[in-house]
């Protein structure tokens, strides 16, 4: 087979080979893939309780089982080792850590992440904890969740528990994922746990999510100054519909709420003010002492992209924008009236535009517009509906081409200079999609929810080549 190296010959697209030394992985989260939900101690979380909720999550689905990878997780480290890996992104489960979020830690929920750990360790494959995927211990949001600032103090707190018992193994750590979701999904549109609609709570959740970012870091860098520290933010590219110029505005404040207002504190120490003056009606006056806590220096920064914003303005209209099939209540807080217009792009099974141009864009503008620091995409992938074929294999070709067309985004800001050191798709298996349930699959390994049986698809196998030869062949 020619090596990526040399097949420049292709006159569609050519061959595009990543630096030596890149992160190849995959990503999952906690309580999407684990089951076990009561067993060996864990206490309950938030997923928990919102799943219970009657109209909450398509068809009652639960993490309860999940793919079972509480039991399983030695099968799917060798299937990890088969793709080739190098890096692997997983969550903790503070509830499996710490069952009521504050006081005693549970040694067996810990020794759960000792045995991945070493597992993965084994097989060669660096192990890449995110310590906040979405799952708050349920006795922390009977206390006021994230909303609350004690809670900040209790996630560096527990942090700094798991980093001690993995800080000797694991070297790089993201502290919260994606907490423009936890913040506003959470708290303001209440499509996802703990389901609240509250505007005001939501600036405020989003504020601390990133206060303890802050409070965690400085914690576990005081005890391992050696291990790389960063958070996972979801980032969107964004554009005004048209020319008008309330659509522009309408894209100002999109970029605002989803990208600048964690970018600038993590980044900068400081908020945007225009989304500020945008908010302020939800009384978000957050105290200026925390953007130093919350301005740690990152080693790494993670980066989840899917698709692009497109939006238009439509002043004075008092209308909310629904944001999705699960509420008619908006995340855009302070920003309700935007609409979100088709651009006539494809979509994937959840209905995303397909824009890999957005994540170069993304990427280019982090380098130009932040200080440097060492950029992963810890998350990008695609959600679709397939089921095996009569003889058994799973082909999705329009994941191949989603993956495809966002690596070579990457090899381009690469080209143009970009510190990408990384890329994680989304997701290793298919797994409970949050409120849509089982109904989105995202994995590049089938899993058949009855029986548990994992069958890799055409696209683990399509991915597995491009580790093998460090980056994509040309296209004829
Ligand atoms: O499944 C989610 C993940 O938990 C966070 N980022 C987006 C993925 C796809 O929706």
């Known amino acids: 087979m020619t090596s990526v190296q040399d097949d420049t010959s292709a006159v569609g697209r050519p061959a595009a080979p990543f630096p030596a030394g890149f992160r190849w992985g995959a990503a999952t989260a906690a309580y999407q893939i684990e089951g076990a939900a009561t067993e060996d101690g864990r206490g309950p979380s938030i997923w928990d309780t919102?799943?219970?909720?009657?109209?909450?999550?398509?068809?009652?689905?639960?993490?309860?089982?999940?793919?079972?990878?509480?039991?399983?997780?030695?099968?799917?480290?060798?299937?990890?080792?088969?793709?080739?890996?190098?890096s692997y992104r997983f969550s903790i489960s503070w509830s499996r850590v710490q069952p009521a979020g504050a006081g005693a830690y549970n040694e067996a929920g810990l020794d759960f992440y000792r045995r991945l750990v070493d597992a993965l360790l084994e097989a060669g494959i660096e192990p890449w904890p995110t310590l906040y995927h979405w799952d708050l211990p349920q006795p922390l949001e009977d206390a006021g969740g994230w909303?609350?600032?004690?809670?900040?103090?209790?996630?560096?707190?527990?942090?700094?528990?798991?980093?001690?018992?993995l800080g000797d193994r694991v070297r790089h750590w993201t502290t919260v994922n994606e907490p423009w979701c936890a913040a506003f999904l959470g708290y303001?549109?209440?499509?996802?746990?703990?389901?609240?609609?509250?505007?005001?709570?939501?600036?405020?959740?989003?504020?601390?999510?990133?206060?303890?970012?802050?409070?965690?870091?400085?914690?576990?860098?005081?005890?391992?100054?050696?291990?790389?520290?960063?958070?996972?933010?979801?980032?969107?590219?964004?554009?005004?519909?048209?020319?008008d110029p309330a659509d522009a505005d309408a894209a100002r404040r999109i970029d605002g709420l989803q990208n600048r207002l964690f970018l600038d504190p993590l980044l900068l120490g400081r908020y945007p003010d225009d989304v500020l003056a945008d908010t302020a009606r939800h009384g978000f006056d957050p105290d200026p002492d925390d953007l130093a806590m919350i301005h740690q220096p990152l080693d790494q920064l993670g980066v989840n992209y899917y698709a692009r914003h497109t939006v238009a303005g439509t002043p004075g209209e008092a209308a909310q924008t629904a944001s999705s099939p699960f509420s008619s209540h908006s995340p855009w807080v302070g920003s309700e009236h935007v609409r979100f217009v088709p651009a006539g792009r494809p979509v994937t099974g959840m209905g995303w535009e397909i824009d890999e141009s957005g994540?170069?864009?993304?990427?280019?503008?982090?380098?130009?517009?932040?200080?440097?620091?060492?950029?992963?995409?810890?998350?990008?992938?695609?959600?679709?509906?397939?089921?095996?074929?009569?003889?058994?294999?799973?082909?999705?070709?329009?994941?191949?081409?989603?993956?495809?067309?966002?690596?070579?985004?990457?090899?381009?800001?690469?080209?143009?200079?970009?510190p990408l050191r990384g890329y994680f798709t989304w997701s290793l298996l298919d797994n409970f999609e949050w409120a849509w349930g089982y109904s989105k699959r995202f994995g590049l390994i089938h899993v058949d929810y009855a029986t548990q049986r994992r069958v890799p698809k055409d696209s683990a196998r399509w991915y597995a080549e491009v580790i093998r030869q460090g980056g994509l062949p040309g296209q004829h």
């Open 50 to 86: 919102f799943c219970r909720t009657p109209g909450k999550v398509l068809g009652g689905d639960t993490g309860d089982v999940a793919v079972d990878h509480y039991h399983r997780f030695p099968e799917d480290v060798g299937l990890m080792a088969g793709l080739g890996l190098t």
């Open 147 to 165: 909303p609350e600032r004690d809670t900040a103090h209790r996630f560096a707190e527990y942090a700094d528990c798991v980093h001690q018992a």
């Open 188 to 243: 303001a549109s209440g499509e996802h746990a703990p389901g609240r609609r509250e505007p005001s709570a939501s600036l405020l959740a989003a504020h601390h999510l990133m206060l303890g970012h802050g409070l965690a870091v400085e914690a576990m860098r005081s005890r391992t100054p050696g291990n790389q520290f960063g958070a996972a933010v979801n980032l969107y590219a964004v554009s005004p519909a048209t020319a």
């Open 359 to 418: 994540l170069s864009e993304i990427l280019v503008r982090l380098h130009r517009e932040y200080p440097a620091v060492p950029l992963y995409v810890t998350e990008n992938g695609a959600g679709y509906d397939e089921e095996p074929d009569g003889d058994g294999t799973v082909q999705d070709p329009d994941r191949i081409a989603y993956l495809d067309a966002h690596l070579r985004a990457c090899h381009e800001a690469i080209a143009a200079g970009v």
